[in-house]
C-alpha cells in the first residue's frame, strides 16, 4: 500500500510516485486543460483593450473615456479579489473542484458582457459587474491551476512547465489582437465589440470538457486526510502513463512520507506565518512578484501611447506593433524554459532579471538620444521582453514552490494580489510621464526606474533565490502536516 492511515496520521509514497513519472500524453493533456488560463487572461486583457475606442462610440454604448477605461480596471480588480476567495477554496475543497468552478465563472462573466443591451447607467454598471465577475474567474484560476499543475507535474519538469504555461499569456494576447483586427473590422462596431467578448468563452466551453476527466491532486488529497482517495487518483495517473507503452517500478516503502492532516489557515494567520517564519522566502515572491508586475503594467498598458505619440503612428496599425511585443515575449518562455531546471532556479530567474533590467536602461538612453524609430523601439522591446517574460513566469513558478502545499494556493492568491496592486501604478506612472509627446526625458527616467527595480528584483534572488530545481516539492518546503519523512533519513 502506498498510502495507509494510523492514528489519523497517514503514510504515503505518493509524492515520489509522482515525481518518478515519465512524460506523458497524460501530462500534456494536464497542461493543456489546465494552462488556458493564461491564454485566456492574455485575450481578455487584449479585448478589452483594443475595443476601449469602440466603446465610446455613439452608436455602440457611448462610454466616456474615463468610462471605457474602466472597464479593464474593474476586470483587474475582479482577478485580485477572485485570486483571493477562490484561492481560499482552493486550499480547503481541492484543486479539482476549483478549477471547474472558476472556469464557469469566467465563462458567465464573460459572456454576459456581451448582453449589456443599452447606452444607460444601469448598463454601464451591468458591464462593470460582469467584468468583474469574469476577472474573479481568471484570478481564482491563478491559485487553483498553479498549484494543481506543481502539484502533479515531475518535479524534474517543473520549471520549464510553469514559466511555459505562465509565457502562454502571450499567445493569448495575439489570438485576442487578430480577433479584434478581425471583429472590429469586417462586423459593424455594435456587433464586433460583443464577439470579442464571446471570443474566449467559446474556448472555455471546449476546456471544461477536456478538465472533467482530470483527477484530483493526490497531493492535495493525502494532505487532507483522504488516503483511499489519493491512492484511487493515483492508480488513475500511472494507469494512463503505462497505456502510453512505460513500465513503472513500484516505489520502495523508504521514500514514503508521514503526515498528519493540520488545520485550515486563514488569511491573517497565513501572513503572520509567510512574514514570520518564511521571512526570507516571501521576501523573495514579494520582490519578484512586485518587480515584474510594475513593469509589465507600466511597459504594456502604455505601449500604444508611446508609439503614437513619440513615433507618430496611427492608432489603427497600431495592433501591429504590438503582435511583435507579442512574439517576443511569447518565446522568451518557451525557449529559455528547460534552463531554469538545467542550470537552475536562482542562476536563470537573477540573470533574466537583471539582464532585462539592464538592457532596459541602455534602451532607456538610447530612446533619450532619439536613435529609435517605431520599428527599432519595438524591436529593441522585444529583445528586452523575451527575457523579461522568461523572468517575469518564473515569479510565478516561485511562489508555487516554494511554500508548504496546505497553503499553496492561498500563498500564490496573496503575492498575486501584493503583485497586482503594486503593477496598478505603472500605467498611471507612466502615463503621466509621456504626457504629450513633447518631452522624451521624463519617459526615460521611468525607464530608467523600471530597470532599477527588475534588477533589484534579480538581485534579492541572487541572496535569497530557492535552489529548487529536479526538488520534489515536500523537499523544497516542508509540509506543516509533516510527522515523519524516512525519505530524509
Avoid at 474573479?136 to 499543475?149: C, D, L, P, R, V
Avoid at 524554459?337 to 539582464?355: C, E, N, Q, V
Amino acid at each position: 500500500m502506498s498510502v495507509s492511515g494510523v492514528h489519523d496520521s497517514i503514510r504515503s509514497t505518493i509524492p515520489a510516485r509522482l515525481d518518478r513519472l515519465p512524460w506523458s500524453k497524460f501530462h500534456t493533456r494536464l497542461i493543456i486543460a489546465l494552462g488556458v488560463a493564461w491564454v485566456l487572461d492574455g485575450l481578455e486583457i487584449t479585448i478589452a483593450s483594443s475595443i476601449a475606442g469602440v466603446l465610446t462610440e455613439p452608436d455602440t454604448l457611448g462610454l466616456t473615456s474615463t468610462e471605457a477605461g474602466l472597464v479593464a480596471s474593474v476586470y483587474l480588480a475582479g482577478q485580485v479579489v477572485g485570486a483571493l476567495f477562490f484561492g481560499r477554496l482552493s486550499d480547503r475543497l481541492g484543486r479539482r473542484r476549483l478549477f471547474m468552478i472558476t472556469l464557469g465563472v469566467y465563462l458567465f462573466g464573460s459572456g454576459m458582457s456581451a448582453l449589456t443591451l443599452g447606452t444607460g447607467p444601469g448598463w454601464v454598471i451591468f458591464l462593470y459587474a460582469t467584468r468583474f465577475v469574469a476577472g474573479m474567474g481568471i484570478g481564482g484560476e491563478y491559485a487553483a491551476i498553479n498549484s494543481a499543475i506543481d502539484e502533479m507535474i515531475p518535479s524534474r519538469y517543473r520549471g520549464r512547465v510553469d514559466i511555459g504555461i505562465n509565457g502562454t499569456y502571450w499567445a493569448g494576447s495575439i489570438i485576442g489582437t487578430f480577433g479584434s483586427l478581425i471583429f472590429l473590422n469586417l462586423f459593424a462596431p455594435d456587433i464586433g465589440w460583443r464577439l470579442g467578448f464571446l471570443l474566449g468563452p467559446l474556448l472555455a466551453i471546449v476546456i471544461i470538457v477536456v478538465r472533467r476527466n482530470l483527477p484530483e491532486s493526490p497531493r492535495w488529497q493525502v494532505i487532507h486526510g483522504q488516503g483511499e482517495q489519493a491512492n484511487e487518483s493515483m492508480d488513475f495517473i500511472e494507469g494512463q502513463v503505462e497505456a502510453g507503452g512505460y513500465h513503472l517500478e513500484p516505489v520502495p516503502d523508504s521514500e514514503a512520507i508521514t503526515l498528519k492532516p493540520d488545520k485550515d489557515y486563514g488569511y491573517f494567520a497565513l501572513l503572520k506565518m509567510l512574514f514570520t517564519t518564511y521571512t526570507r522566502r516571501a521576501t523573495l515572491g514579494a520582490s519578484l512578484m512586485i518587480s515584474q508586475s510594475f513593469l509589465y503594467n507600466a511597459i504594456f498598458f502604455t505601449y500604444v501611447l508611446v508609439l503614437t505619440k513619440f513615433y507618430g503612428v496611427d492608432p489603427r496599425t497600431a495592433p501591429i506593433f504590438l503582435i511583435a511585443f507579442a512574439i517576443g515575449n511569447l518565446s522568451g518562455p518557451l525557449l529559455l524554459g528547460k534552463f531554469f531546471d538545467t542550470i537552475g532556479r536562482r542562476k536563470m530567474i537573477a540573470g533574466t532579471y537583471i539582464l532585462s533590467g539592464s538592457l532596459l536602461a541602455v534602451s532607456a538612453m538610447m530612446f533619450q538620444a532619439g536613435l529609435f524609430n517605431a520599428l527599432t523601439q519595438t524591436i529593441a522591446w522585444c529583445i528586452i521582453f523575451f527575457f523579461a517574460s522568461a523572468g517575469a513566469s518564473s515569479a510565478y513558478l516561485t511562489v508555487s514552490e516554494i511554500f508548504p502545499v496546505e497553503v499553496r494556493a492561498k500563498a500564490i492568491a496573496i503575492f498575486f494580489a501584493i503583485a497586482q496592486c503594486f503593477g496598478a501604478i505603472g500605467p498611471v506612472f507612466f502615463g503621466f510621464l509621456i504626457g504629450d509627446g513633447s518631452d522624451p526625458f521624463l519617459l526615460t527616467v521611468g525607464y530608467l526606474i523600471g530597470a532599477g527595480i527588475m534588477i533589484c528584483g534579480g538581485l534579492v534572488e541572487v541572496f535569497l533565490g530557492i535552489d529548487a530545481e529536479g526538488k520534489s516539492l515536500e523537499d523544497v518546503a516542508e509540509p506543516l502536516s509533516l510527522v515523519t519523512s524516512d525519505a530524509d533519513k
